[in-house]
Nanobody, 125 residues
Framework: EVQLVESGGGSVQAGGSLRLSCTAS????????MGWYRQVAGNECELVSI???????YYRDSVKGRFTISQENAKNTVYLQMTSLKLEDTAVYYC???????????????????WGQGTQVTVSS
């Protein structure tokens, strides 16, 4: 059974930092890619950052220079270090795995790839 277990969300003041972690299990040959989508209330999910097993990565423009994605392939774990957080970063962040086709916007928690349960990140002024 595939599971994605997330941790690290929470509340922080603008300018602060948070680190999200996600570990995937149930992939006997490893996972092709892992990353994070986020959903602002009522909107579609938007791709925040994702990294492929061979190191290819993506960041959406609004987080470049502030967020850093990293991975531990042997542990099927991905991290998202978020710094200089802004009010507009407030969202539910979903860990995703085995995405393959990196769409920048899509309906959250579809069945085309694997999703975690989501973790709330709240940035306040």
């Amino acid at each position: 059974e595939v599971q994605l277990v997330e941790s690290g969300g929470g509340s922080v003041q603008a300018g602060g930092s948070l680190r999200l972690s996600c570990t995937a299990s149930g992939f006997p040959t490893g996972v092709r890619d892992m990353g994070w989508y986020r959903q602002v209330a009522g909107n579609e999910c938007e791709l925040v950052s994702i990294v492929r097993r061979d190191g290819l990565f993506y960041y959406r423009d609004s987080v470049k220079g502030r967020f850093t994605i990293s991975q531990e392939n042997a542990k099927n774990t991905v991290y998202l270090q978020m710094t200089s957080l802004k009010l507009e970063d407030t969202a539910v962040y979903y860990c995703v795995a085995d995405v393959r086709r990196w769409l920048v916007n899509l309906t959250c928690q579809g069945d085309r790839f694997y999703w975690g349960q989501g973790t709330q990140v709240t940035v306040s002024s």
